[in-house]
């Protein structure tokens, strides 16, 4: 036995070692991803998500939600193109019939009922919370599901955004949603000021397995598309921000205008597809204006933001987010967030 097998490494690692990007990567495999909206996902067909550079199969057998790779063990053909038959998930090629564990229970184009005990599917553990679907590749999460408070409150509206695919690492593009020096840059007048490009000093802690943090006294137009349907008669309206970011991978934003009494909520949450790409998921809630028409102003109003978002954060290298802080120039106070972030990060990529 080599000294790689023994280690369970590659022989390039021996000599040059694995990258903190590398490590981190490998730890995801520990966590719950966000995979596919539960409203995509049908009692009669299973739909496919790609998760950590490998492609699953979703399926709703026996009231729960199941996931597995999406691969028959008879001829490799993807599950998804499948359908669900008994409680159970048909394969689409040659017909053979898969339970809710993952074992094969039947192969119709054998004489008797045999079934090879190697004739089961590997299965990850899933999830349904928040209006999400959760897969953990290793079966083991090490934190729990993100929480999203009001969504159930009849007082409240919840809309679903589109999911969109970025060519970015997925903690590149959650480290964008909470950089609050590029606001008064990149959506200058939507979200930010140019003319006021100072980050307010701010709060930031651990709170179990969430980094919570403030971003208080912004002003921000009435009538950006966020802002329309306040009762603000116009006026700029005085907010307040405070973060939860689930770590690795969700951030609440709860913004409350306490001068109005009104509440919206963002809850964005990131699959890494795989180590330079991501998909990302968006609610948005809010308790006042509630009409359809603040429904697409709203819509709209995301759609203007990752817009401007898009081209900058697909332009970063190198496409992992580099946990080594002296990689990047880190500037105290307006930088604080994302310092943050990288140092749990990496403490994620070698608790393993
Ligand atoms: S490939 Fe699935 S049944 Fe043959
Ligand atoms: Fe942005």
Not at 55 to 64: F, H, K, S
Not at 79 to 94: I, Q, T
Request: net charge negative; hydrophobic share 35%; aromatic share 10%.
């Amino acid at each position: 036995m080599t000294v790689a097998d023994q280690y369970n490494v590659t022989e390039d690692e021996i000599r040059f070692g694995r990258s903190d990007e590398e490590r981190l990567y490998q730890a995801l495999f520990d966590y719950w991803h966000p995979v596919a909206y539960s409203s995509q996902l049908g009692e009669d067909k299973p739909i496919s998500a790609t998760l950590l550079d490998e492609q699953i199969v979703l399926v709703r057998l026996d009231g729960e939600v199941r996931a597995f790779r999406d691969l028959c063990v008879h001829r490799g053909t993807a599950l998804s193109l499948g359908w669900v038959e008994d409680e159970s998930l048909r394969c689409a090629y040659h017909g053979w019939k898969y339970g809710p564990d993952g074992m094969c229970t039947e192969i119709p184009s054998r004489f008797g009922t045999r079934i090879p005990k190697r004739a089961r599917l590997t299965r990850y553990a899933a999830a349904e919370a928040a209006g999400l679907i959760w897969v953990c590749m290793s079966g083991e999460p090490r934190f729990p599901l993100p929480e999203f408070p009001y969504r159930d409150d009849p007082g409240f509206k919840v809309i679903e955004v589109p999911s969109y695919d970025w060519n970015c690492s997925m903690p590149r593009r959650i480290e964008n949603y909470v950089d609050f020096a590029h606001f008064a840059w990149v959506h200058d007048g939507v979200l930010g000021d140019r003319d006021q490009p100072e980050v307010p000093d701010h709060g930031i802690g651990r709170v179990g397995h969430e980094l919570r943090f403030d971003h208080p006294h912004m002003a921000e137009p009435a009538d950006s598309g966020k802002n329309k349907g306040l009762e603000s008669d116009g006026r700029p309206v005085d907010v307040q921000i405070d973060y939860r970011l689930f770590m690795p991978n969700t951030i609440l934003l709860d913004q409350s205008i306490p001068e109005l009494d009104q509440r919206y909520l963002l809850f964005f949450t990131v699959c890494p597809t795989g180590r330079k790409t991501s998909r990302c998921f968006t609610f948005m809630g809010r308790d006042y204006s509630l009409d359809h028409e603040t429904d697409r102003d709203m819509l709209d109003f995301n759609a203007l933001v990752i817009g401007q978002d898009l081209p900058i954060v697909q332009s970063q290298r190198p496409e992992e987010l580099p946990m080594d802080l002296s990689a990047e120039v880190q500037i105290k106070g307006s930088d604080r967030v994302a310092v943050e972030y990288r140092r749990w990060l990496k403490e994620l990529a070698y608790s393993t």
